[in-house]
DNA sequence: ACACTCAGATACGTTACTGCATCTGAGTGT
DNA sequence: ACACTCAGATGCAGTAACGTATCTGAGTGT
């Protein structure tokens, strides 16, 4: 767009802007044809460059991969706790807490594909498995301590509870967009949000009336 | 294992035995390395043939993908009518419904990965889409009167609500195991039952409270 | 402005997969 | 038992992908 500008790039701007669109074109050709189903020289062609570039900033596929799905993550922590910051109200952190889950698993299609490319693919190597791991913990522990907080807030506390309140969240929200993609006529978006509004109704309602007795 | 009676086998029988050693080899294979990882060389060295067996059976890898899916999912349609043949009282019909669902969505690893992967590769495929619609179709319609019946003898119908009744049921099971795959320590199996109960329990308390209203 | 360096392109050799054509031997009809 | 057929093996040629090595030209230091 702003293309007339880009006279002179350093070097360092260079590459670093090839490396970008590197990954760029990574994650849309592998949300669409799978990690295994791409090869270097699409994601370097879409680019719009030659193998040789992608050699020159990756070591391999793999690599890449994980350099791109870290990359995911963390734009999609930052997106939650910026949205965590702003949230005062009870009922508005509820609110939030919602539609937080969605927007992680995968707000748009080829997100969803590329995360749940890399979970089917951290499910065959153990190795790639252990660093993904990590990145979701870091999301989920974050996640858990905002529930506690509000439970707190809410007056009642149980730890073990909160763990299993973020996985239902984040369980339920990976099937129910899945099952949207797959069938969007069967499982429309209002369906989805829908169901996600009536089990966290139910589930808080349980937390106001029982305290978190599970 | 009764190898001993392997004694002249028909044509006929021979072939089906390969077609039939084909498909496990590609069910276990796929699941481990997805279906673009897998070569047909690989299915037919597994099986303990060579590529000249796969091709004799199978047009291309998609034809036998498309034939292990379905046979995979109507083995599961059985063992869920099979199911709910058994069933009498009302608390009974509940539990088997919870139990349903993971056992669809995959009851071991193997099958989960090969459930999933179907599901992204019809994501990419329209064509293949439209069959693995078609074929989710049948499980789903079969469940949704089965919790229509259920809603109907427990006093209330709103034939919306069961369908997103299954819809939470499928998602949430498979969002679940999901995660208990990727981190079995995080997630263990008893967790994952207990948020499946955890949701059926509160989602049908609503349905004895206020009548299918949602 | 001249030599230098490094990002990225091009060329090459190797490997792996696929589909087709041909071959072989075990089941089959007479 | 003899000729036949077809399941499955083997051989071959074409294609696509990978990694490495070498080349080129645009940024960089003096």
């Known amino acids: 767009m702003i293309k007339l500008m880009k006279k002179r790039l350093t070097r360092q701007e260079s590459r670093a802007q090839t490396r970008e669109k590197l990954l760029e074109a990574a994650a849309k050709i592998i949300a669409r044809h799978g990690?295994?189903?791409?090869s270097i020289e699409d994601i370097a062609e879409t680019a719009g460059f030659s193998r040789g570039a992608f050699h020159a900033n990756f070591k391999s596929k793999d690599?890449?991969?994980?350099t791109?799905?870290?990359k995911q993550m963390k734009a999609t922590i930052f997106e939650i706790d910026e949205l965590h910051a702003v949230t005062d109200?009870?009922?508005?952190?509820?609110?939030?807490l919602r539609t937080v889950y969605p927007r992680y698993t995968?707000?748009?299609?080829?997100?969803?594909?590329?995360?749940?490319e890399a979970q089917m693919y951290a499910l065959r190597n153990p190795r790639f498995g252990k660093k993904l791991r990590a990145l979701f913990s870091t999301i989920y522990d974050d996640l858990i301590q905002s529930v506690e907080r509000l439970q707190e807030q809410m007056g009642c506390k149980d730890p073990v509870y909160a763990k299993q309140l973020v996985l239902i969240?984040?369980?339920l929200s990976h099937g129910l967009i899945l099952h949207n993609l797959m069938d969007p006529e069967r499982y429309p978006d209002s369906m989805v949000s829908d169901s996600m509004r009536l089990v966290?109704?139910?589930?808080?309602?349980?937390e106001e009336m029982s305290l978190g007795i599970h």
Not at 108 to 116: E, G, K, P, Q, S
Request: proline share 0%.
């Open 200 to 206: 966290f109704d139910k589930i808080f309602s349980l």
């Open 68 to 70: 791109l799905v870290e």
């Open 169 to 171: 969240g984040f369980g």
């Open 63 to 66: 690599e890449l991969f994980l």
């Open 106 to 116: 995968g707000s748009d299609r080829d997100t969803f594909l590329l995360i749940t």
């Open 35 to 38: 990690l295994a189903g791409t």
């Open 89 to 96: 109200s009870v009922e508005e952190k509820l609110q939030n």
